[in-house]
């Protein structure tokens, strides 16, 4: 092997344009191997990573989420000529950093930074003139070196298209929006209003010398805002990302909100989750470890390239590592933080690191994305990690004990619960009661693996109905709308088939923000978004147990306690079934069969349910309003 044709770690992440931890990690995940076992990699190696790196094939190194084969532009706000922009972008391949360059050299002339005496080549530093600071020259000068642009009729032509804005985020607005909907969503990122990083922003209790870090700060909407709200020093301002052009730009926009002061930003480009502060020997970060004041982000969301685990938490629990004692954090997370199981460790964290101060639902606030989103405001603690944590949703503001999270099953915080509610549903729960827990059978519908060959509109010879979630209502199931030859070896996943032919049995839409399950004594087929259930509860008919699935107060629980868009086995087990006698039995299991019957007398079953509970007018009322709201 020739010595020439290896390079060492550092060689080689240059060359790749990453550091060596990056480097490192990507030969434990079997991205490159190093030579013979050595931290020597052949030279054809790292071009072929670099070349699979420009062209896409490997994305997953530094995009997160799904989406990937997505490549909408989508636009955050009304952006002038945004459309002319992209079209010119995508129809002459022009360089993204070599556009966003001239963006900001248009944005630097607009703000007096610099002058150019000629407008038809904006990759010659020489020409610029009349620097009002020696630290955006040397920002410039640094970001040109690794520019490699021929063609400069184009860059000229996106430079008349560019109109300034008045958003103090503009350079990042304008990367937003040039950015496909493919690569935002791999990184788990969108374009974070800036309404919602003001608002939480302006509830931080802050100090002159206070530092403040965002650990996946991107365009720097963060930062930004910290130095005109917190009125921090540049050199307390600290951000990092992976994406090397936002860590640009950040730079860029750090400097023009400090107008005439001279500084190098604190901003790097660098793997926060496995790079930063790590606490390994040699890590230049580890100085940060507790030691900021207040960190505050919209993390990626999505999965982790290395685990399962979501990447929102692993930013939680690194920024946690930054902070000291007494510090401050504020983060946008997805809702399902609230209430999903497999987020309980953090939510544990959280709860025994430090003090909830406050929780604001917001909704969905971001274009295409259907997750609505929550704001978490947190302070570091070791002790006393207790007292009222501040609920607000919309204009309604109440409080709840730290301590009752602590108490829930999974560490739930259910802040759509008060305490007259949490009072109520701990009566629901006293009643002596059976659960679906160990006393029923499971079935999820059928896989198919390709609807498109399988399923029909049209009921051919020997083909069957099959049940969708949305053919599922209360009790009954409308009539079906696809048909499908049943033949188990062709499809992907499918139950044993005595669950699809029990004499009698449940459906229940899976996806969904309510109960809705169904009797069947057809012996019907379901797809996977209708699963089965056989309950089998003591001295509890399969009838009656559909009443209280079905049952108003069986929807607030499931509202107030679980408020997932999947009706979960896990959830459903915890369901209170009371023990009835035999005359409440029957009388339940008459009126469910005239139900079926279509002789509706759903109100009166729904009364007959509540005062299995023994609940009195007003708690009822309360659950109706409830499930009104």
């Given at each position: 092997?020739?010595?020439?044709?290896?390079?060492?770690?550092?060689?080689a992440?240059?060359?790749?344009?990453?550091?060596?931890?990056?480097?490192?990690?990507?030969?434990?995940?079997?991205?490159?191997?190093?030579?013979?076992?050595?931290?020597?990699?052949?030279?054809?190696?790292?071009?072929e990573?670099?070349?699979?790196l420009?062209?896409?094939?490997?994305?997953?190194?530094?995009?997160?989420a799904?989406?990937?084969?997505?490549?909408?532009?989508?636009?955050?706000?009304?952006?002038?000529?945004?459309?002319?922009?992209?079209?010119?972008?995508?129809?002459?391949?022009?360089?993204?950093?070599?556009v966003?360059?001239?963006?900001?050299?248009?944005?630097?002339?607009?703000?007096?930074?610099v002058s150019?005496?000629?407008?038809?080549?904006?990759?010659?530093?020489?020409?610029f003139?009349?620097?009002?600071?020696q630290?955006?020259?040397?920002?410039?000068?640094?970001?040109?070196?690794?520019?490699n642009?021929?063609?400069?009729?184009?860059?000229?032509?996106?430079?008349?298209?560019?109109?300034?804005t008045?958003?103090?985020?503009?350079?990042?607005?304008?990367?937003?929006?040039?950015?496909?909907?493919?690569?935002?969503?791999?990184?788990?990122?969108?374009?974070?209003?800036?309404?919602?990083?003001?608002?939480?922003?302006?509830?931080?209790?802050h100090?002159?010398?206070?530092?403040?870090?965002?650990?996946?700060?991107?365009?720097?909407?963060?930062?930004i805002?910290?130095?005109?709200?917190?009125?921090?020093?540049?050199?307390?301002?600290i951000?990092?990302?992976?994406?090397?052009?936002a860590?640009?730009?950040?730079?860029i926009?750090?400097?023009?909100?400090?107008?005439?002061?001279?500084?190098?930003?604190?901003?790097?480009?660098l793997?926060?989750?496995?790079?930063?502060?790590?606490?390994?020997?040699?890590?230049?970060?580890?100085?940060?470890?507790n030691?900021?004041?207040?960190?505050?982000?919209?993390?990626?969301?999505?999965?982790?390239?290395?685990?399962?685990?979501?990447?929102?938490?692993?930013?939680?629990?690194?920024?946690?590592?930054?902070?000291?004692?007494?510090?401050?954090?504020?983060?946008i997370?997805?809702?399902?933080?609230?209430?999903?199981?497999?987020h309980?460790?953090?939510?544990?964290?959280?709860?025994?690191?430090?003090?909830?101060?406050?929780?604001?639902?917001?909704?969905?606030?971001?274009?295409?994305v259907?997750?609505?989103?929550?704001?978490l405001?947190f302070?570091k603690?070791?002790?006393?990690?207790?007292?009222l944590?501040?609920?607000?949703?919309?204009?309604?503001?109440?409080?709840?004990?730290?301590?009752r999270?602590?108490?829930?099953?999974?560490?739930?915080?259910?802040?759509?619960?008060?305490?007259?509610?949490?009072?109520?549903?701990?009566?629901?729960y006293?009643?002596?009661?059976?659960?679906?827990?160990?006393?029923?059978?499971?079935?999820?519908?059928?896989?198919?693996?390709?609807?498109?060959?399988h399923?029909?509109?049209i009921q051919?010879?020997?083909?069957?109905?099959?049940?969708r979630?949305?053919d599922?209502?209360?009790?009954?199931?409308?009539?079906?709308?696809?048909?499908?030859?049943?033949?188990?070896?062709n499809?992907?996943?499918?139950?044993?088939?005595?669950?699809?032919?029990?004499?009698?049995k449940?459906?229940?839409r899976?996806?969904s923000?309510?109960?809705?399950?169904a009797?069947?004594?057809k012996?019907?087929l379901?797809?996977?978004?209708?699963?089965?259930?056989?309950?089998?509860?003591?001295?509890?008919?399969l009838?009656?147990?559909?009443?209280?699935?079905?049952?108003?107060?069986?929807?607030?629980?499931?509202?107030?306690?679980?408020?997932?868009?999947?009706?979960?086995?896990?959830?459903?087990?915890k369901?209170?079934?009371?023990?009835?006698?035999t005359?409440?039995?029957?009388?339940i299991?008459?009126?469910?069969?005239?139900?079926?019957?279509?002789?509706?007398?759903?109100k009166?079953?729904?009364?007959?349910i509540?005062?299995?509970?023994?609940?009195?007018?007003?708690?009822?009322?309360?659950?109706?309003?409830?499930?009104?709201?």
């Open positions: 092997m020739n010595a020439t044709h290896l390079l060492s770690i550092n060689q992440a240059e060359m790749v344009g990453i550091s060596a931890a990056t480097m490192r990690n990507w030969v434990k995940a079997g991205h490159i191997s190093s030579a013979k076992h050595h931290p020597l990699f052949m030279k054809n190696d790292v071009l990573l670099k070349n699979n420009a062209n896409g094939e490997l994305q997953k190194l530094t995009h997160r799904n989406k990937t084969s997505s490549k909408e532009n989508v636009l955050p706000v009304q952006f002038s000529n945004i459309q002319k922009i992209i079209a010119l972008v995508n129809q002459q391949n022009l360089d993204l950093n070599a966003l360059f001239v963006a900001v050299i248009k944005l630097l002339i607009y703000e007096n930074e150019l005496s000629h407008l038809g080549n904006f990759f010659q530093v020489d020409l003139g009349n620097w009002q600071r630290a955006l020259k040397i920002e410039i000068e640094h970001w040109q070196k690794e520019l642009v021929f063609e400069h009729n184009h860059y000229v032509a996106i430079y008349d298209l560019i109109v300034i008045n958003d103090n985020d503009f350079l990042g607005l304008l990367y937003q929006c040039l950015s496909n909907e493919g690569s935002k969503s791999n990184k788990g990122s969108y374009y974070t209003p800036s309404k919602l990083v003001e608002n939480s922003l302006r509830e931080i209790t100090f002159a010398n206070d530092t403040f870090l965002d650990p996946c700060c991107g365009a720097g909407k963060y930062l805002q910290a130095a005109k709200i917190l009125k921090l020093k540049p050199e307390n301002i951000g990092f990302d992976i994406d090397a052009l860590v640009k730009i950040t730079r926009n750090l400097l023009l909100a400090y107008k005439e002061i001279e500084f190098s930003p604190r901003i790097y480009c793997d926060a989750l496995n790079e930063l502060a790590t606490g390994e020997i040699f890590c230049e970060t580890n100085n940060l470890i030691a900021i004041d207040i960190v505050a982000t919209n993390p990626p969301w999505g999965a982790s390239k290395n685990n399962s685990t979501e990447t929102f938490s692993l930013f939680l629990l690194k920024s946690l590592s930054l902070l000291k004692e007494g510090g401050q954090l504020s983060f997370l997805p809702e399902s933080i609230l209430n999903v199981k497999t309980s460790t953090i939510r544990h964290t959280l709860l025994t690191q430090g003090k909830i101060l406050k929780i604001t639902k917001l909704g969905r606030q971001f274009p295409g259907f997750t609505p989103v929550i704001r405001d302070v603690k070791s002790k006393n990690c207790e007292g944590v501040t609920i607000q949703n919309d204009k309604t503001v109440f409080y709840i004990e730290q301590n999270f602590l108490a829930n099953s999974n560490y739930i915080f259910d802040i759509d619960v008060s305490a007259d509610e949490a009072e109520l549903l701990q009566k629901i006293a009643i002596p009661h059976q659960t679906l827990f160990q006393h029923a059978e499971w079935a999820l519908g059928i896989v198919t693996g390709d609807n498109k060959k399923l029909s509109e051919n010879e020997n083909a069957e109905p099959i049940l979630g949305a599922i209502e209360a009790f009954r199931v409308n009539e079906a709308k696809l048909f499908v030859h049943f033949e188990p070896k499809f992907q996943q499918i139950a044993p088939e005595r669950f699809f032919r029990m004499p009698e449940l459906i229940y899976f996806i923000k309510i109960l809705a399950f009797y069947d004594d012996q019907r379901t797809l996977n978004s209708a699963n089965i259930l056989i309950p089998k509860i003591p001295n509890l008919s009838k009656v147990t559909l009443a209280y699935l079905n049952s108003s107060v069986f929807q607030y629980l499931f509202k107030k306690q679980f408020s997932t868009h999947k009706v979960l086995r896990g959830d459903l087990e369901l209170p079934f009371p023990i009835l006698n005359a409440q039995h029957d009388e299991e008459i009126m469910v069969e005239s139900v079926l019957n279509d002789n509706c007398r759903c009166e079953l729904d009364a007959l509540f005062s299995t509970f023994n609940l009195t007018n007003t708690e009822i009322t309360t659950i109706k309003m409830g499930l009104k709201t």
